[in-house]
């Protein structure tokens, strides 16, 4: 990659004695396999704040939408203490260029969601936001987010390093200009992607594409973000990701003989039944891309969107 790509993260999940017992909750597969190829931004607002390790347990009380951060025993409330951190943080983070950010699930700072908010008769309820992630996803609303959590699920984890990857390479072509030719480029490249996992988006990104006459190249490019990272969010399926291959195989018509085709449908017909993982039918792919050097399939990053040595299209 030409410049790294930057990744913030809850600094307990590298490994570092922040929590409030003053232990960690280290993932392995974070720092290990997506560490080789990110630079981390870890973040602890409790200890950036100002607070010790270790500390009392925190958690949120009152309102689910505007709860206040107290302690659990003694009752402190940490909430301006808090808010006036975020308020200094944000704006830093806004200068490291991240590329998506990685919370620790229902911490009361840091939680996505399903965070406990406590009435104050002591009753739990899981609608509430960590104060800090909260403010993140305000502030940075198409940054790819996820919780440490739901990256255990394989289809959630490919999804979310897949729309990190797009993110980073949104932000390169941006700093090349927007400029209407590097817009098709981009496009051009991400469209079979982006039609595993929403072909009505395609369709509509392409008409942001096609429009542009008229307009400011500043409303173009924020419309196309917008709703290119709206597709993205949704997940790719199994039954989406079968249509694509399907339609690779048009390109294929005339130029593979028949055992070839045959051999090229069978697979997608095992992926289709659960038979083989998404890498399988892939890697076929790429060998008769390269074979045939057919020009469109071969710019087309569905088909390498992210590390393979991440091994994500393993287990989907």
Not at 77 to 87: A, E
Not at 176 to 187: I, N, P, T, Y
Not at 272 to 296: D, E, M, S, W
Request: charged fraction near 25%; charge should be positive.
């Amino acid at each position: 990659m030409a410049e790294p790509l930057r990744l913030g993260i809850s600094t307990c999940l590298l490994g570092e004695n922040v929590r409030y017992d003053g232990g960690h909750k280290l993932d392995r597969y974070l720092k290990d396999v997506v560490g080789r190829f990110v630079d981390w931004i870890p973040v602890c607002p409790e200890v950036e704040c100002g607070l010790p390790v270790p500390r009392e347990s925190m958690r949120l009380m009152g309102d689910p939408l505007h709860p206040r951060l107290v302690t659990s025993r003694t009752g402190i409330d940490h909430t301006q203490r808090m808010q006036d951190w975020i308020q200094k943080k944000l704006p830093e983070l806004e200068k490291k260029d991240l590329c998506g950010f990685i919370f620790k699930t229902r911490s009361p700072s840091s939680g996505m969601r399903d965070v406990k908010v406590y009435t104050e008769q002591g009753q739990p309820s899981r609608k509430g936001v960590g104060m800090f992630a909260k403010a993140f996803m305000e502030r940075f609303p198409c940054m790819p987010v996820e919780d440490e959590g739901r990256l255990h699920d394989a289809g959630l984890r490919e999804n979310f390093i897949e729309r990190v990857f797009v993110f980073y390479r949104w932000k390169q072509t941006l700093k090349k200009g927007r400029v209407v030719r590097l817009l098709v480029d981009f496009h051009t490249d991400h469209k079979l992607l982006i039609m595993a996992h929403s072909p009505q988006i395609l369709r509509d990104l392409g008409k942001v594409v096609a429009g542009t006459k008229g307009k400011t190249p500043q409303t173009v490019f924020d419309s196309y973000f917008i709703t290119l990272m709206k597709a993205l969010r949704l997940q790719a399926t199994v039954k989406k990701n079968v249509n694509v291959l399907q339609h690779m195989m048009g390109y294929f018509k005339k130029i593979i003989s028949a055992d070839e085709k045959q051999e090229l449908l069978e697979i997608i017909e095992q992926y289709h039944h659960g038979l083989v993982p998404l890498i399988v039918p892939i890697t076929l792919f790429n060998h008769y891309i390269r074979k045939v050097a057919q020009p469109y399939l071969k710019r087309q990053l569905y088909l390498n969107p992210h590390p393979i040595e991440m091994m994500l299209r393993n287990h989907v």
